[in-house]
């Protein structure tokens, strides 16, 4: 076993270096703050807007000035993934009003993801989102779920109607810019590929854990990679 564990890290460690090397190789000039959307962070179940200090706290850093986190409420699954949608429209829209930009950027995680997903597709979020990142997001369901109760525990279940709903829509992101982070590690989205997303511009990373995924550095950079690019291919 303690051989078994040396392996793995050796593998996440050896992955992770060709990996950073090959963003810092890529990584376009960042575009002048002038030009950046502000940004809306969207977070998983049980957790809330201090989910993302760490990851807030580096976009302030590197110069975004308009970074908001929601709460959403409830936070457990109890309400379904559409209700929590229009809390994250009622926050852009906020978010909008408050700093005059036409346009915002959204990234969620886990639960926020597929919350900010069905925004974009089923609610008109597509107008207004520039570029959409999906940090491992249950978007093909995960097997967890059927642990769990509540409206949108069980909207988190493989085949699912909201998720087949979803997948069925042909023309999702309209102009959004996609793009879909996740681990093949993952132990809570389960099976770790139901987070690559259709049409989404995808990227993997040696996570080992699936909380883990919000505070790596490797997961910020890239973040502030895309949200700061002029122009990211799709």
Not at 107 to 120: P, T
Request: glycine content about 10%; hydrophobic content about 45%.
């Amino acid at each position: 076993m303690r051989a078994m564990l040396v392996l793995l890290a050796l593998a996440w460690f050896c992955e992770g270096c060709a990996m950073t090397a090959a963003s810092l190789a890529v990584s376009p000039r960042l575009a002048p703050v002038e030009q950046r959307a502000p940004v809306l962070l969207v977070h998983g179940i049980g957790d809330d807007a201090s989910a993302f200090d760490a990851l807030r706290g580096r976009l302030e850093q590197e110069g975004w000035p308009h970074v908001h986190a929601i709460s959403l409420v409830p936070n457990n699954g109890s309400e379904g993934i559409p209700a929590l949608a229009r809390q994250v429209a009622r926050e852009a829209e906020a978010l909008r009003s408050r700093t005059g930009a036409r346009r915002v950027d959204v990234v969620g995680f886990s639960m926020g993801a597929l919350v900010s997903r069905y925004w974009v597709q089923l609610l008109g979020g597509r107008l207004v989102v520039r570029r959409f990142i999906s940090i491992s997001g249950p978007h093909a369901g995960t097997g967890l779920a059927f642990l769990g109760r509540g409206k949108g525990v069980t909207q988190m279940r493989p085949g699912s109607r909201l998720l087949r709903a979803l997948q069925q829509d042909p023309r999702p992101w309209g102009a959004t810019e996609v793009h879909s982070f996740w681990t093949p590690w993952d132990l809570t989205i389960l099976p770790a590929s139901s987070s690559r997303l259709p049409g989404a511009s995808e990227r993997r990373f040696p996570v080992l854990l699936h909380p883990w995924m919000l505070t790596d550095r490797r997961v910020h950079d890239a973040v502030v990679d895309v949200l700061g690019s002029p122009a990211v291919a799709r």
